[in-house]
């Protein structure tokens, strides 16, 4: 069974910055892309950047240089520094693993249960 724990999220005002950390745990054989969605109030679940195992990366148009994704894969662990922060960055943070959890598996999507990301004064 796999395991995606988040954190780092919180209140903070326009302008500051916060980091996202997902680390992955139990059965793993190996991850494709590791990876950051929002979801906003009364929207559609989008993403926010991904990263896969040769560190390229993926992010959408709205990151406007404000946002770092990067991964450590000893650690099994995917950061997300947010900085320049807005009040439309306001949601709700899912961490997404693509991976093999067995070398017998099919690959699969892996959700974390989200952290709120508020960005109010």
């Known amino acids: 069974q796999v395991q995606l724990v988040e954190s780092g999220g919180g209140l903070v005002q326009p302008g500051g910055s916060l980091k996202l950390s997902c680390t992955a745990s139990?059965?793993?054989?190996?991850?494709?892309?590791m990876g950051w969605y929002r979801q906003a109030p009364g929207k559609q679940r989008e993403l926010v950047a991904d990263?896969?195992?040769?560190?390229?990366?993926n992010k959408a148009d709205f990151v406007k240089g404000r946002f770092t994704i990067s991964r450590d894969n000893a650690k099994n662990a995917v950061y997300l520094q947010m900085n320049s922060l807005e009040p439309e960055d306001t949601g709700v943070y899912y961490c997404?693993?693509?991976?093999?959890?067995?070398?017998?598996?099919?690959?699969?999507?892996?959700w974390g249960q989200g952290t709120q990301v508020t960005v109010s004064s």
């Open positions: 997404d693993d693509r991976l093999y959890p067995t070398i017998k598996s099919t690959c699969g999507d892996y």
């Open positions: 990263i896969n195992a040769g560190h390229a990366i």
């Open positions: 139990g059965s793993i054989f190996r991850i494709v892309s």
